[in-house]
């Protein structure tokens, strides 16, 4: 998984608690994702992060909050969870040094919101 | 608002057959086509990848077909095996961002 931690890989948790998950990185790639994978709707990015403290929203980003404030993690924060947001949530890293736009993808963490 | 579009959602081929996934895209921005390749519990991972200024890459059993004209390209896999039984993604470049499709799940039959 190119160097690519996330944890916890697995939670389960109740409506209206704050939760962070963690994506970890090795590779020193400026580029990172959180993605939420849900049947039907294949891949939808939350936000990404272009370098330590900028961040950008991607198309379903309401709920959701993140911080980059080293270069090798990245954090994404449900801030009240929802129902809606029992998913499947991937990290994904981009090296832009190389000029290559191939994203390397994490394993994975399920989330599942009582 | 779906820029790419990829079909069929599922498809079923007999070991030795050919596998073919269509994806068609809107936005002449984009720069670059990847295909993904995503076993389940797994991220998805690159299988190959095509720029619009190439019509055709192979790699292996599996082929990229583009035509910029056209706005479409498709994922062609020979000699379908059991172990490409996953879930197949194409997806469109620009901007840093990958623009995805909803993907095909693709079962070979021994």
């Known amino acids: 998984d190119a160097g690519i931690t996330q944890s916890p890989r697995h939670k389960v948790t109740e409506t209206g608690t704050p939760v962070t998950l963690r994506c970890h990185q090795t590779e020193n790639h400026r580029y990172m994702y959180w993605y939420r994978q849900d049947p039907g709707h294949g891949l939808r990015l939350i936000h990404y992060?272009?370098?330590?403290?900028?961040?950008d929203k991607g198309e379903v980003s309401d709920g959701y909050s993140v911080s980059r404030s080293k270069t090798e993690d990245f954090l994404l924060t449900l801030e009240s969870a929802t129902s809606s947001q029992t998913s499947v949530y991937f990290c994904a890293i981009s090296d832009s040094t190389s000029g290559s736009e191939t994203q390397y993808f994490g394993p994975g963490t399920r989330l599942l919101v009582l | 608002q779906q820029q790419v579009k990829q079909s069929p959602q599922s498809l079923i081929v007999q070991k030795g057959g050919i596998s073919i996934i269509n994806c068609a895209y809107e936005n002449t921005a984009f720069d670059y086509f990847p295909w993904y390749q995503q076993f389940p519990g797994k991220g998805p991972a690159l299988l190959i990848a095509?720029?619009?200024d190439v019509s055709e890459k192979k790699e292996g059993r599996f082929t990229i077909s583009f035509n910029k004209s056209a706005k479409q390209f498709s994922l062609h896999i020979m000699d379908s095996q059991p172990g490409d039984s996953a879930t197949y993604f194409c997806a469109a470049h620009n901007n840093r961002k990958l623009i995805w499709g909803l993907g095909t799940s693709l079962a070979v039959n021994p």
């Open positions: 095509i720029r619009p």
């Open positions: 992060s272009y370098g330590v403290k900028d961040t």
